[in-house]
C-alpha cells in the first residue's frame, strides 16, 4: 500500500481533496466522521476545497482541518455569502455567481472528491460528479464515507442501475470506477488519492516526513 502520510499534486503542489457534506444539523457520528476527515485531511497536507459553509458537517470538517494546520478553501454562491452561513475563518473563500458555477468550480478544483453524509445539496454534488464522469468531462475519483451505512440504499440504487442497464452506454464507465465506498476515513482516503493519476512518488513520503521537515 502506498505510504500516503504526506501527499503532493502534479507539481509538487498540495493535494487538493474537494468534499461535498451536509449543512444541515447531524447526529454525532456524522459530526464526528467530518471532523476526523477534516483532520485527517489537514495532517496529510490535502489541501481541502469545499462549499465554505459553518453549519453542519461542513463546519466540523472545515473547524478540524484548520485546527490541525490545515488549508481549507470555500467556494459559495453570492446568495448564500452571508455571515450566518459562512465559515469565518477559512484560508481563501471564492465567491462564485451561482450554485451552477459552484458545482463546476468545486469539481475544477479537486484533484480527487470525497462525499460525506449529507442531504439533497450532497447528493446533487454528486450526481453531477457521477453524470460528469460518465460524460467523460471529468475523471477525478469520488469516494463516499459510509458513516453507520449511511450511503447504503444509494449503493443498491446503482447496482439497481447496472443491472438494468442503464450504465452501460456510459462508454467505459464501470461500476466500480463510481463505487469508491467506505466507512473508514483512512482507507477511503488512501482510494481516491491512489486514484487520482498521480506518479507514485508524488504520492509516497516517509511516515517520519512530518516530524523530519
Ligand atoms: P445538504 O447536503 O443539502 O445539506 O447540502 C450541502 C451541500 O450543498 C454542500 O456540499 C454545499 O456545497 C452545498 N450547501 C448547501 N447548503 C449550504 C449552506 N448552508 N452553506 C454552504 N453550502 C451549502
Not at 5 to 11: D, L, Q, V
Not at 50 to 63: N, W
Not at 190 to 207: E, F, K, M, N, Y
Request: glycine share 12%.
Amino acid at each position: 500500500m502506498r505510504d500516503l502520510s504526506r501527499t503532493a499534486g502534479p507539481g509538487g503542489r498540495r493535494l487538493r481533496m474537494t468534499v461535498f457534506c451536509g449543512a444541515g444539523p447531524a447526529d454525532p457520528e456524522y459530526l464526528r466522521a467530518a471532523a476526523a476527515t477534516g483532520q485527517l485531511l489537514a495532517e496529510r497536507d490535502i489541501h481541502v476545497v469545499y462549499g465554505g459553509g459553518r453549519l453542519g458537517l461542513m463546519g466540523a470538517l472545515a473547524d478540524a482541518a484548520l485546527a490541525a494546520g490545515g488549508e481549507v478553501t470555500g467556494v459559495i454562491p453570492r446568495a448564500l455569502h452571508t455571515a450566518d452561513i459562512i465559515h469565518p475563518g477559512l484560508s481563501r473563500l471564492q465567491v462564485v455567481p451561482d450554485t451552477a458555477t459552484r458545482k463546476q468550480r468545486l469539481t475544477d478544483l479537486a484533484d480527487g472528491i470525497l462525499a460525506l453524509p449529507g442531504g439533497l445539496g450532497t447528493l446533487d454534488e454528486l450526481a453531477c460528479v457521477w453524470a460528469a464522469a460518465a460524460h467523460g468531462t471529468h475523471a477525478r475519483p469520488v469516494g463516499l464515507l459510509n458513516t453507520c451505512g449511511y450511503y447504503n440504499s444509494l449503493v443498491d440504487f446503482l447496482h439497481t442501475a447496472a443491472d438494468a442497464g442503464f450504465l452501460a452506454h456510459h462508454h467505459g464507465l464501470r461500476l466500480e470506477d463510481l463505487l469508491l465506498v467506505d466507512d473508514d476515513p483512512v482507507r477511503l482516503l488512501h482510494s481516491v488519492a491512489s486514484r487520482t493519476g498521480l506518479p507514485d512518488t508524488a504520492l509516497r513520503a516517509p511516515a517520519t516526513a512530518r516530524g523530519a521537515m
